[in-house]
């Protein structure tokens, strides 16, 4: 019996000692490879709604939400900028408007809330002292290889 209870007590401590090295030797993206998704998903976002594909739109507005949370649950500082302060300061309220432009599909206050959020990108550069980081509405589809038009029914 206590041969089995030191077997299962090493075999734990094996296990956990894993456990910690395949975590800390995880792969942990950087500030800036969330930032180049974040804007790769902005412009798939703009092209969505102006297609008036609401369901992509909603999709990638979502896909926004949860890479900027990952991004500042990952790197809540980054070059001793608040980012996670930042990013709620600035791109909660443009991010809730875009989400009722998209919920309501009215393509005239998804352009405006749209330009409202693309302008908080820009103070959010401007203040973390990246100002030369200017986003604007895309003008060529990021990827070629997408439909951006709604699936028909």
């Known amino acids: 019996m206590k041969t089995f209870a030191m077997f299962a ?13 395949s975590a800390s030797d995880a792969y942990l993206p950087g500030f800036g490879e969330f930032m180049s998704a974040t ?54 309220g443009p991010l809730t408007g875009l989400a009722k432009a998209v919920e309501a599909k009215d393509k005239r206050e998804f352009t405006r809330a749209f330009d409202v959020l693309t302008a908080a990108c820009n103070a959010c550069h401007a203040a973390a002292a990246h100002a030369f980081i200017k986003i604007k509405r895309p003008t060529a589809l990021p990827i070629s290889n997408q439909d951006f038009a709604p699936a028909s029914k």
């Open 39 to 92: 804007q790769m998903r902005h412009a798939k976002l703009w092209f969505a709604g102006d297609a008036q594909n609401w369901d992509l739109a909603a999709f990638e507005l979502d896909e926004i939400k949860e890479g900027l949370e990952d991004a500042t649950r990952l790197h809540p500082t980054h070059e001793g900028i608040p980012v996670a302060a930042m990013i709620k300061a600035n791109l909660d």
């Open 9 to 21: 007590v090493l075999s734990l401590a094996v296990a956990v000692g894993a456990a910690d090295r």
